[in-house]
């Protein structure tokens, strides 16, 4: 039963208990029953006739969702007729991946692959699927599903109809179901909607890092006063502006000269201690190099802009750019000018963009002089190193509310707490999103099948 400490709920275990069978549970509520999968679940296997119906996947983290909605890079049938139909309050069950929760129960009528299987309530007055999609998707039954899949390899491990049916199931009482089902819901709620906030935190302190990046590397603050420079010019230039009275205004080719890096295909790669530095960073290892440290590489095709600072000699392959010539300029603020440069303005096409050097070489850019540049990218190390920090604590906050989230969830299920006394607050009705059991970031689900 719950009590309450300073006025905050402290959920206490059951009053008694009673000792489990079959699972591996030592003991369970002893209101509470085990019985086998199949006395509350029967297979449904109608096939769609058209294949028009609404499509529908599984996802590991959010269960059964809508495939629209889903990020999946799987092969799309020209056809989806034969598809087995499956209606809201259905458990679908992606056969290969239950054992790593891909399973969940349908809040949507439609159609999904062959390869599911598809479950029913036979009775949902005694028995409540929010409950057993709980159940079904706890750490707690993780174990049951893996042990009961078989195959030769972990990936293709297989949970049979026969196999899922066998599963003994925690049957709590019909009210408790409910109870528990609306009480994690409303948990759910508050630590997803306390995750959306911590990751809003995330994209905030992003967001002033680059303010600040850009501010010091266009001349906006001066960054040993931390204020603006005290005196300004026209840069002559209309798009760039003014620009601190110190700085010059010039072209890219008179800052730093982009050269195209060397032809060399894959199957050209020869072992060796050199790195191949590509358009996405290193791509192999041959025993000579083309360029020494330090250098700057630029994506120029494929990983179109990404910058990668090198501090050891390496290969430069085409699909990459690399400084010819720094012109005397610090290469710690000459990594940060690149960075900050919007390559993505300046590459060309639409299907493959590529850099044109020769374009950006022409662009007008303002330069600080030597002997401040130095203090610019150190300056510069120091926001990112405090602001990486700050993001770091709060990854490691969202990190430890979700495992609290996943023990709760699998303790209040199993009935090592109990909650039936809790009074459970409505959540607002504009919160509501079905489907998704996680925080709403973007979907994307690997283990999807179509």
Not at 115 to 125: E, F, I, P, S
Not at 135 to 151: F, P, Q
Not at 337 to 362: C, Q, W
Request: charged letters at 25%; one cysteine or more; a neutral charge.
């Amino acid at each position: 039963m719950s009590t309450k400490n300073n006025g905050n709920i402290m959920i206490q275990p059951h009053s008694e208990y009673a000792k489990a069978t079959y699972l591996v549970l030592h003991q369970i509520p002893s209101e509470w029953n085990i019985i086998r999968a199949k006395n509350l679940f029967r297979c449904i296997d109608i096939r769609s006739e058209t294949g028009e119906e609404e499509l529908l996947t599984v996802s590991s983290k959010f269960g059964v969702i809508k495939r629209k909605c889903a990020n999946v890079t799987m092969f799309k049938a020209a056809s989806y007729k034969g598809y087995k139909l499956c209606w809201e309050g259905d458990l679908v069950i992606n056969s290969l991946w239950a054992w790593m929760t891909g399973l969940g129960f349908s809040n949507y009528n439609g159609i999904v692959s062959t390869a599911y299987g598809v479950y029913r309530l036979h009775d949902r007055k005694i028995n409540h699927p929010k409950y057993y999609n709980f159940l079904l998707r706890s750490i707690a039954y993780r174990w049951e599903l893996m042990v009961r899949s078989k195959g030769v390899w972990i990936s293709r491990l297989q949970l049979t109809n026969d196999s899922f049916l066998n599963i003994p199931m925690l049957n709590p009482p019909f009210y408790e179901q409910v109870q528990i089902a609306r009480y994690l819901d409303y948990k759910n709620y508050q630590i997803n909607k306390y995750i959306r906030i911590k990751k809003r935190q995330i994209e905030l302190l992003k967001e002033l890092k680059q303010v600040i990046i850009n501010d010091a590397m266009t001349g906006k603050i001066d960054v040993r006063t931390g204020e603006p420079y005290i005196k300004y010019k026209d840069s002559g230039i209309d798009w760039l502006g003014m620009i601190p009275e110190e700085w010059i205004a010039t072209r890219f080719r008179n800052v730093c000269y982009l050269q195209r890096g060397h032809d060399l295909s894959s199957d050209k790669f020869i072992k060796g201690e050199y790195p191949v530095m590509g358009s996405n960073g290193v791509i192999g290892y041959h025993n000579q190099f083309t360029t020494k440290a330090p250098n700057i590489t630029v994506g120029r095709s494929g990983s179109t802009g990404k910058v990668n600072f090198v501090n050891e000699d390496f290969w430069a392959h085409n699909t990459a750019l690399f400084v010819l010539h720094n012109h005397g300029n610090d290469w710690n603020w000459l990594y940060y000018f690149i960075l900050n440069f919007d390559m993505a303005a300046v590459s060309e096409g639409s299907a493959v963009p590529t850099l044109n050097r020769n374009y950006i070489h022409k662009i007008h850019v303002s330069v600080p002089k030597r002997e401040n540049q130095e203090d610019i990218a150190s300056y510069i190390e120091n926001v990112i190193d405090i602001s990486m920090g700050a993001i770091k604590i709060i990854e490691d906050e969202i990190t430890l509310i979700r495992e609290l989230q996943t023990r709760l969830i699998s303790d209040i299920v199993t009935g090592k707490l109990d909650v039936r006394d809790i009074e459970v607050p409505d959540i607002p009705e504009e919160e509501l999103e079905p489907g998704l059991e996680s925080d709403d970031e973007p979907l994307e689900e690997s283990i999807s099948v179509d």
